[in-house]
Every structure is written in C-alpha cells, then in structure tokens.
C-alpha cells in the first residue's frame, strides 16, 4: 500500500468479554454465530466506533486504526474523483460523491484527529451494507449530465465507466446467466436491464433507436425478483466506492443458496488489495464461499452471548482449512453447526431424524418461557467417524454432543477416539469398560461356529445370479453379527450386562460418558424405545413419528433419554 494513497483500516477490535482480535489491511473476516449473538451488532459497532470512539455499543467495546497519506493526499484524492465546489464557501471549497458532502476544512481537520476515530470522513472511508439498502441500490435513479454532476448513486458509475459495467454483469452471469446492462438513454431515470446484452449491427451504437428498442424488450432489473435484486445490489454498492472498510450484514438475505455461496467467493476475490471486508452472516453458504475462495486473508470469527457479554473466539484459519479439506465435512451440513448453540450427531440419519423430533416436541413443554436452545441434529455415517465429527465442531468451538448405540462399548476404538474427542482420558475409563467388555465377551452368542456356517450355506445355495447379489451379503452379515454376544447386547442394551460389579461399572462408565458430552443409548439402540413398532432405521423411525410424541407412555423412556442430553451445560466444549 503507497504512503500517498489515504486510506484507513481496522488494526484491532474488542469484544464486550474483552477478547482481543487483531486486523490486517486485508482482513477478509466472516463473523458467524447463533442468533442473538450480536453479528449486526458488531458490524454497527465498528463503524459508529469509527465515526466517534466514544460512541457506546454493547458488543465492541473499543476499536483502533490506522491510515495512510496525509490530509494534503487526502485532498489530492478527492480531487481526482469526487466534484469540487470552490464557490460555496470560497477558500474552503466543498467535494461531493455519493450524495456526500464535506468542506476541505473539516477534512483536514476530521484527518489529523489523534484519536482512533475519523469523524464525519467515516462514511467516505467505511460503509456498512444491511441487506434492505441491497434490495434498493437497483432501483433506478434520476439521471446526471455525467460530464458536470457527480454520481450521487451506484448506477451512476456504470453510466460512467463500461469495462467496471462489464465487470459487474460477469458476476451476474455467473448467479443468475443473465447479463447486466445499463440503459443510458432512459430519459429521465437511468434503470438496468437484465438478459442477454444487445450487440449492435453495422451502424448502431447504444443510443441508436433500433438499439435501444432491443434493449426496451429486455425486462428490467429493479422489476425482477429480491434475489436478483439484492446479488446485483451487493456487488455494485460494494465495487463503485473507495471505502477501505466494508461491512455487510446478512448477504445471503433474498438469496438461494447456490447464488449466496457464490456471492461468498465474489466478495472474497473481488476485494480491492488493502480494502478489509467484515460480514455477519446466518448462511453455511456465505461462509463455504469464503472458505472456497482459497484466500490466505479469510478467517472466522465465532460469537456467542454469555448474558450480558459476547464472546468472541477467532478461529483457526489452519484448522479451518484442514477441515475444509476433507471430502466427509465440505461436503456435509458439518460447517452449519457455527450457526447453532449445541450440535448433537448421531450415528446414522434415522437417529438423527427421530431424536431432533423428540427434541422439537420436549422443547416445547416448557411453560416458564425458558429460551430454547438452537441445536442441530446431524450424522457421521457410521460410527467410526464419529470421532471426525467431534475434533471437527470442536475445533470450530461448536458445543457437541454424542448419541451412540450400546455397541459403541463393544471395540475399544472408535469409542476411544471419540472421548479423545471430547476431551475424557481413556485412563479414566479404561478399567470399568474392559469390566464390562468382558463380561459380554463372556456370554454365550446366538449362534456357534457351526451355526453360522449352516446359516451362510443356506443363503449361498439360494444364489443365482452371477453377481453376488446385495440382499445376500446383508443377510451374511447379519449372520455374523448374531455370532458375537454384542448382537444381543445391542437388541437388549444395559440389562444385558451381568449383574453385580459388572452392572456397576457399566453405571459409573455410562455415567462419566454423559458427563463428557457421550450419550449411549442404555436399551440397545433406537428401536429399543418402541418394541412394538417392527422394522429397522428409516422404516421403524417413519412409524414411530406417527405417534404422539409428546404423550405415547412407550415413548417415554425417548423423552427422557432426549432431557438428559440437556441437562448439564452446553455451552462449554
């Protein structure tokens, strides 16, 4: 960044918890969070902090800056792109862009201010974008004489300036495979078009009758839906200005999800070098179109309310993009989690299914207007990546909890790596699973060897095909499932266990799971809970939500289980 350009940026802000977070000239920052954490709060914070350092917000608490240039580059600048008025005030002639105005005086005195704020310069060097200002920047403005007047709105820019036009309508094509074209013979009014762009012929130009008819028949953009109205009105507020701070609130507002993760990578590589970009945003789109962007400048703010104050925790771009970079997690719902003040996963969808329902039916008994907490049910396929989950949210500092079937009991890993992953010390438990491990080792399974071999026979000699047929090799290892004691010990769950120490040990173990964020599933497994509904997974969740959740006395074992996963603090990872 040359000295001689004036600019001014964010160097370091803090949080009401007194978190400390450092800024670079190029901060590419994506604040997320679950609502109410105060993500537009902070975004009105910096800049009415900038404008006066005194100013009161309750989410940052203070601010500092540092710029660039003197108050005489200052001039120089705007000189070269805003209008000069020397004859309002003579020997303090006033600059106007933007519908903003201000005297030479007050800049050089709003410039030479020793504290870390910028007075009325604020807006011409920081502008804060809410999602309802985006929906409106498309509407058509009054026209200029655009050799006299200054642009006083952003379209004014691209009747000024074609290639920055042709810019923007790329952007556009990309969401929306429409282009962006600016009427400049409208009349009165100077409206854009959306559509395939007109080329002219063999003696036409853009203000030529036969052209602009061409351009008439296209549909006009301020007429068209808020999604294309608010992508179009974001990339245009963003690119006409020279503010060095860009603060955008709820870009993803109006937009599908496709197009808000592409406007996440727009604004990411778009971005002036030495301009910062700060966005609150509720969207896991916003925020993969960050992380899609591959910038070294993209980090990712966490904030979430403790009463009073908003605690802020930077995350870790390395660990960021290590999770990125694992197929399982990019291409899950994993990242929604930030956006949630507790995720609980599960082994399989079903689970995740029928628990989030039982949690839908809980959360609503409350008659004391106790908030409800924000959770997210989500799974990892099986349980050995479980433990990938857990390192995953953790490392994103997103509360988790686990869900587990009772044979989670049965190896000593996954089960290991996932207490690893919530922070328990095997050691801790190692003496009461191994108790409990052999006792079920112990018992007797369903079936012998010579069982399963005659079971296996009998599917094998039913075999037809020339390729082993699916239905077969789910047959063969159901088999094998019941040759283990563990197949039982899953249908039954704790009861299954011997009784005497080994029931004890099972207690305590169970007991300092929960405590640890691991929650078994004490009568085997899902189907457990309604013994009287047959089927397995999807089939046996399908009927069991057909009950009344909230009083069937079979559900009521499901009820409690759901309570106990919230009955300790959630808020701590």
């Not at 201010?113 to 804060?128: T, V």
């Not at 655009?146 to 009747?159: G, N, T, Y």
């Not at 099986?382 to 079937?405: E, H, Q, S």
């Not at 079971?455 to 039913?462: A, F, M, T, W």
Request: charged letters at 25%; proline letters at 5%; a negative charge.
């Amino acid at each position: 960044m040359s000295i001689n350009t004036p600019s001014v940026w964010i160097t370091g802000l803090v949080f009401s918890d007194g978190s400390h977070i450092p800024c670079s000239p190029n901060e590419a920052l994506v604040i997320v969070g679950p609502n109410n954490s105060g993500k537009s709060e902070a975004l009105r914070g910096m800049r009415d902090r900038l404008q006066n350092p005194a100013h009161n917000n309750p989410v940052i608490t203070k601010l500092t800056i540092s710029r660039s240039g003197t108050d005489t580059d200052l001039l120089i600048s705007l000189e070269g792109w805003a209008n000069k008025n020397a004859e309002a005030q003579p020997g303090n002639p006033m600059f106007s862009i933007l519908g903003l105005g201000i005297y030479e005086r007050q800049c050089r005195s709003e410039w030479q201010r020793s504290d870390n704020g910028i007075g009325q310069l604020c807006r011409w060097f920081c502008h804060l974008l809410t999602a309802e200002e985006s929906l409106h920047v498309t509407d058509p403005p009054a026209t200029i004489a655009l050799s006299r007047d200054a642009p006083v709105h952003p379209i004014h820019f691209l009747m000024r300036d074609d290639k920055l036009e042709l810019t923007l309508s790329r952007r556009f094509r990309n969401a929306f495979g429409a282009d962006l074209i600016v009427h400049r013979n409208a009349g009165s009014q100077v409206p854009l078009y959306v559509g395939d762009r007109p080329t002219p012929e063999a003696g036409e130009d853009r203000v030529s009758l036969s052209y602009v008819k061409k351009l008439e028949a296209l549909p006009t953009l301020h007429k068209q839906g808020d999604g294309m109205r608010a992508f179009a009105g974001t990339v245009l507020a963003t690119s006409v200005g020279r503010e060095s701070v860009l603060l955008i609130d709820e870009p993803e507002a109006f937009l599908h999800p496709p197009q808000a993760r592409l406007l996440g990578t727009s604004l990411v590589q778009h971005r002036v070098k030495g301009h910062q970009l700060f966005v609150a945003t509720h969207s896991a789109d916003v925020l993969r179109g960050f992380l899609d962007s591959d910038s070294s400048d993209v980090r990712v703010l966490r904030l979430t309310r403790e009463a009073a104050l908003n605690r802020a925790r930077l995350l870790d771009n390395d660990r960021i993009r290590e999770l990125w970079g694992d197929p399982l997690l990019r291409f899950s719902n994993i990242l929604d989690g930030l956006f949630h003040e507790c995720v609980v996963a599960c082994e399989a969808d079903a689970d995740c299914r029928f628990f989030s329902a039982v949690y839908d039916t809980i959360a609503g008994e409350s008659s004391d207007g106790a908030r409800r907490l924000h959770v997210m049910f989500t799974h990892s396929g099986g349980k050995a990546r479980l433990p990938v989950v857990v390192r995953a949210l953790r490392g994103v500092d997103v509360p988790v909890k686990v869900i587990a079937d009772f044979d989670i009991l049965a190896d000593e890993h996954p089960l290991r790596d996932i207490l690893d992953a919530l922070g328990l010390h095997w050691a801790d438990v190692s003496d009461d699973w191994k108790l409990v491990k052999s006792s079920i080792d112990g018992k007797k399974p369903e079936l012998g060897t010579s069982e399963v071999s005659d079971e296996i026979n009998r599917v094998l000699v039913k075999i037809t095909e020339n390729t082993f047929p699916s239905r077969a090799k789910d047959e063969i290892q159901a088999i094998l499932r019941r040759s283990s004691p563990w197949s039982n010990a899953k249908s039954v769950g704790k009861a299954f266990v011997p009784s005497g120490q080994p029931t004890r040990a099972c207690e305590h173990l169970l007991e300092t799971f929960r405590r640890a964020g691991l929650h078994v599933v004490e009568l085997g497994e899902l189907e457990g809970f309604v013994r009287t509904i047959g089927g397995h997974g999807p089939k046996w969740v399908n009927a069991a939500l057909q009950r009344d959740l909230s009083k069937d006395p079979e559900l009521s074992s499901a009820r409690d289980f759901v309570r106990k996963l919230f009955s300790t603090d959630v808020t701590a990872s």
